[in-house]
């Protein structure tokens, strides 16, 4: 069965400061799809990376950066220099790609409510 | 391009009626998923239908379901409401699995 961890339920930080939210999933297939989504006040969720399983790349886009790790199984997002905008809730998710009708579904963590103040 | 566009954005319900809600799809996209978030429960997948076909489905009661037309649209019903129904549904639609999902404003049920 497939499964995502987010052990932070919210993180407060201060303007400027980096942050790291942390993802841990859980996948018997070998072929899978790990996601970030952001959900704003406004309720929309907002995807922000996508990667396969066979692409253990780091990843960096502006502030944002995304470590993968398979050897233990987590897919952690940081924010640098983290600005009021970047308050939302935050959504690690999983896809798997087998057949058996486990796959064509998002499973999502729980999520990691960002605030930054100012 | 459009993006994912669900009505109504809004909806009060008296427990025991019924409701339906729309998700209309990125033009192109052929499946079409539905989620259920709720502070209890986070977001829960309903199911997912691609070409009209039901590929997919969440761990839900039968009184929540769903269709597609030719056209890619999507509509969800649930019959019966009962208070515990009410969360924000998200409809999400896909080009291919591999690219993702984006998913549309949501439609907000409240069960009174």
């Known amino acids: 069965a497939q499964k995502v961890t987010q052990a932070q339920t919210e993180i407060s930080v201060v303007e400027k400061e980096d942050v790291t939210l942390d993802c841990v999933y859980e996948t018997r297939d070998t072929t899978y799809y790990l996601f970030w989504y952001k959900q704003p006040p406004s309720g929309e969720l907002v995807f922000l990376i996508r990667r396969n399983s066979f692409d253990e790349q780091n990843e960096i886009s502006g502030r944002y950066s995304w470590n993968f790790q398979k050897s233990t199984s987590s897919f952690n997002f940081t924010i640098t220099a983290s600005q009021v905008v970047d308050s939302a809730v935050y959504f690690c998710a999983l896809s798997e790609a087998s057949s058996g009708g486990s796959n064509y579904k998002l499973t999502f963590g729980k999520g990691t409510l960002l605030t930054v103040n100012p | 391009k459009a993006g994912v566009t669900q009505t109504p954005r809004y909806l009060i319900k008296t427990r025991g009626q019924q409701v339906t809600l729309s998700c209309s799809p990125i033009s192109g996209h052929r499946s079409v998923s539905w989620y259920q978030q709720t502070p209890g429960q986070g977001l829960q997948f309903l199911f997912e239908?691609?070409?009209?076909?039901?590929?997919n489905k969440g761990n839900f009661p039968g009184r929540f379901s769903g269709r597609q037309f030719s056209n890619s649209r999507s509509e969800m019903n649930v019959s019966t409401l009962e208070l515990g129904d009410s969360a924000l549904y998200l409809c999400a639609s896909s080009g291919t699995r591999n690219y993702g999902y984006t998913f549309g404003s949501g439609t907000r049920l409240t069960v009174v």
């Open positions: 239908y691609f070409s009209e076909t039901q590929r």
